[in-house]
C-alpha cells in the first residue's frame, strides 16, 4: 500500500494504490446515485425488519409489528373461500341426494366439490375416472356389488365394506374351496368352465359342463343363487353379466374358487364429512351406472 | 444520442436551425433540404456528453386551418374517450346496456351491436392489422399526420399545453414570468396550472376504469367511496401518467420513447406530402426591409424574413426550415403561424406547406409540381385495409351463436356394462351466444346402433337429448354414448355430436372417436 495518493499518468485518475506486478489498480468509485440506491435499500431492509417477521430468536422469532404470517394468510384465504362457497355447500348439507340430482346447479356444484374428493380418496383403488382395477370395482359401468341406486352409494361409501365399521356392508366371504379341501383341482376347473358358460363365455369344447353345473348347484347356490345372479344383499356378484370384478379367464376364476375372495372398502364416515360423502355418492352415481 | 455516423444523425444535422435541442449538431452544416448530409457530420468527440440536457419549450398560441382541424380532432377524441362509457345499447334483460363495455369477470366484450367471447379474441387481430396498415397509409399520404393530429400523447399534450397557455400566459408572457421570481401571484398560476392538469389527468383515468363496469353505477361507487379498491388504484395510475406525459415530458415521448418515428422513417418515401419549408421561396432570408429593397433593385430575395413564428409555434422544437426532421411530428402549427406572418407582410401564404421535395426541385427548375396521393403503395394500403375489413365483416355477419366442443373420458377409454354394451363418457360443453335460453336437441352420429343419455337430463329413446342453455352461457354435460354394435379389436370410430336449435334450425357439429377394447 502506497502512504500517499498517486496519480495514474495516463487517464489522470487516482488510483487504489494497489499495485500487482507493476500493474495499478485505477480507483473508480461507484456513481453517487448507485451508492445512495444501495444505502436506501438498506434502510429500506430494516423497515421489513419492523413489519415482517425476521429474527429468529432462542425459542421463537420476531413477528413483526403486525404479527404477520404466511400460515396465517393462507388460512385467512382458505376461510374467505369457505365464507364464499358456504351458501351452495349448506344446501349440499340440507338437500336429500335425490334433491341434489335434481337441481342442475346443485348437481354441479357437488360433482365439482366431489372431483378432488374423489381424487384425493377413492382414486388409489378406483383409479383417476373411477375405471377400477382387478378386484376393485369399475364405478363407471352398471354393475353394482351392494347396490346402485343413490343411498345404497352413499351407505357403501359410508360404512365401507368389511371395514370393521359397526354399520359395514356384510356379507359371507367367497369361501376358499380348494385351500380347505372342499373341493379337489379337477373339480373346481370344471365348476370354472360351467360358470363361463352360463356367463355366455367360450368354453373348452371338451368340458363336461354337466358335471360342473351339478358342482355349481350343490356348492355355489347358496349365495350366488341357482340362477347365478347373486345377491345384492349379501353382496355377492352376479355370475352371468359382462362384468369381473377380477377377470373373467379360466385361471382367475379357478383362483377364486381356490382361495376364495373377499374384498373391503374402508368406511369414510369418521373420515370425511358428511356433505363430502353426499357429493362423493352423487359423483359416483352420476360417472355412468347409477340406479333410480 | 451518440453520434454514429447513421442516418438518424442527417436528421439531426438538419435540426440546426435552432441550436440547443441536439447540442451534438451545433457543427453540422446547414442543409437547404434535409436530405443525406452524413458526409458533413464530424467523427464523434469524447468529449460530446451522452446526454443532452432537455430545453423547456413554450410553443406559441397560433390560429389557422392547421389549428382548427386539430382543435375539431381533439373535440372529438376526447369527447369520444370521455363519454363513450355513458352511451347505452339496450340487448334486453339478459346483458348489460352499456354500448362500449369490457366485462372481464365475464369474459366478454360489448361494443354496440357485436359481442365478443373470450374465445373470439383473434378478432382483435384484424382491428390491430388495420390500425397498423391505416398507420401505413396514411404516412404514405402525408407523412406523420397520425403523430400531429391523432395521437393520444398529442391530443393530450396540445389540451394540457392550451391549459398551460391559459394560466401562465401564452410563450412570451410564460418564458418571462419564469424568469422572475417566485411570487404569490405565480405561484398561484403554476399551481392552478398543475391543479386543472391533474383534474384532467384524474379525468382520463377515471373515463378509463368506466370502460369495464357499468359507468353511471361505478360513478356513484367512485363517489361514495364503494367501488372496488383495483378501480381507485387504475385511476391513481392513468393520473399520473397522463400528468406525467402529457404535462412533463410531452416531445421527450415522440423524440425518446415512441418507436414510430423510427418505422415511419424506414417506410416513407419522396412522395407523402410533409410539413416543408419552401425553400425555393424562402431562400435568402432577410429582414422585411432589406428583402423589399432587394427585390427593388432586381436582386434575389427570399419570402422568409427570419421572424422564428414557425420555430416559437412548433410543439417539439423544431426548426422546420432545416428540412425534415425526427422532431416533427407533422402538425401543420408552423404553416399556420408563417400564414399569419405572410398575411401581415402582404407575401403569399404557404411558404411553409404539406410539399415534397421534389415539387420543390421542380419548381426550382420550372416545372409544374404535382401531388400524387394514388401509388402503388397506397393503393395496396388500401386493398389490404379493404381485404381485412371484408374478412371481418364476414366473420362477423356469420358468427356462430351456438357452438360444441367434445372431450373424450381419459379413464376410463370404453366402459363395459352389465349385458355386455360398449359405452364411452364425454364431456361435452353447449355454447349459447344468444341473449335468450335455447333448447338444443343433442344427437350423435356414427354408430349404426346408439344409445345416448346426458346425465341429469331425461332422454328421448337414446336417440336425442334436450339440453337447455341459458342466453349467454356455456353448459357442461356428461354424455354417455353406449353401443352393441360389435366393434373390431382396438377400435377407434369416428362420432359427430351434433346440436340443433330447433326455434331457428342452425346446427353446430363436434368429432370425437368412440374407442373400444
Known sequence: ?292 | MRPSGDGAVAFHAAQAGEPGLFKLVKDAQVLPSGTSATSNVPEPDDDIPLYAARRHIYPQRVHGTYRRIKWIVLYLTLGIYYLLPFVRWDRGPNAPSQAVLVDLANGRFYFFFIEIWPQEVYYLTGLLIIAAVALFLMNAVAGRIWCGYLCPQTVWTDLFQAIERWTEGDRREHMLRERQPWTLARLGRTGFKHFLWLMVAWWTGGAWVLYFADAPTLVKDLATFQAPFVAYAWIGILTFTTYALAGHMREQVCLYMCPWPRIQAALTDEHALNVTYRYDRGEPRASVKKSEALRQQGQPAGDCVDCYQCVHACPTGVDIRGGSNLGCIQCGLCIDACDAVMAKIGRPQRLIAYDTDINIKRRQSGEQPFVRIVRARTVLYVAIIAIVAAVMLYTLATRRTESISVIHDRNPIFVRLADGELRNGFTVHILNKLLQTRDFVLSVEGLSDVDLRVSGIEGNNGRTVVVPVGPDQTREVRVLVSTYQTLPPAASIALTFRITDPATGRQATAVDRFRGP
Open chain 1, 1 to 292: 500500500m502506497a502512504d500517499k495518493q498517486e496519480t495514474d499518468a495516463v487517464t489522470g485518475t487516482v488510483t487504489t494504490g494497489h499495485v500487482w506486478d507493476d500493474i495499478r489498480e485505477l480507483n473508480t468509485p461507484l456513481p453517487r446515485w448507485w451508492l445512495w440506491l444501495f444505502y436506501a435499500t438498506i434502510v429500506w431492509s430494516i423497515g421489513y425488519w419492523i413489519v415482517y417477521p425476521s429474527w429468529p430468536l432462542v425459542s421463537s422469532y420476531t413477528t413483526g409489528a403486525f404479527n404477520w404470517s404466511s400460515r396465517e394468510a393462507v388460512v385467512t384465504d382458505l376461510d374467505a373461500l369457505k365464507a364464499q362457497r358456504a351458501p351452495m355447500v349448506s344446501r349440499l348439507a340440507t338437500a336429500s341426494l335425490q334433491q341434489i340430482v335434481a337441481d342442475p346447479q346443485l348437481l354441479e356444484f357437488a360433482r365439482a366439490q366431489a372431483r378432488p374428493a374423489f381424487g384425493e380418496n377413492c382414486a388409489p383403488c378406483h383409479g383417476a375416472g373411477g375405471g377400477g382395477a382387478k378386484g376393485y370395482p369399475n364405478l363407471n359401468d352398471n354393475d353394482w356389488i351392494w347396490g346402485g341406486k343413490l343411498d345404497d352409494i352413499a351407505d357403501t361409501i359410508r360404512h365401507g365394506v368389511r371395514s370393521g365399521d359397526s354399520k359395514s356392508r356384510l356379507g359371507p366371504p367367497m369361501p376358499d374351496f380348494g385351500r380347505d379341501g372342499r373341493l379337489k383341482r379337477a373339480e373346481i376347473e370344471t365348476v370354472a368352465d360351467y360358470v363361463r358358460s352360463a356367463a355366455g363365455l367360450a368354453t373348452d369344447p371338451k368340458a363336461d359342463l354337466a358335471a360342473g353345473k351339478a358342482i355349481f348347484m350343490q356348492n355355489c347356490t347358496v349365495c350366488h343363487g341357482e340362477n347365478g345372479k347373486g345377491n345384492r344383499d349379501l353382496g355377492v356378484p352376479d355370475l352371468t353379466d359382462a362384468i369381473w370384478v377380477y377377470g373373467s379367464d379360466k385361471a382367475t376364476i379357478v383362483e377364486g374358487i381356490w382361495n376364495g375372495r373377499a374384498g373391503m372398502m374402508p368406511a369414510w364416515a369418521g373420515r370425511l364429512d358428511e356433505t363430502t360423502i353426499k357429493a362423493l355418492a352423487v359423483f359416483v352415481h352420476t360417472l355412468g351406472g347409477g340406479e333410480k
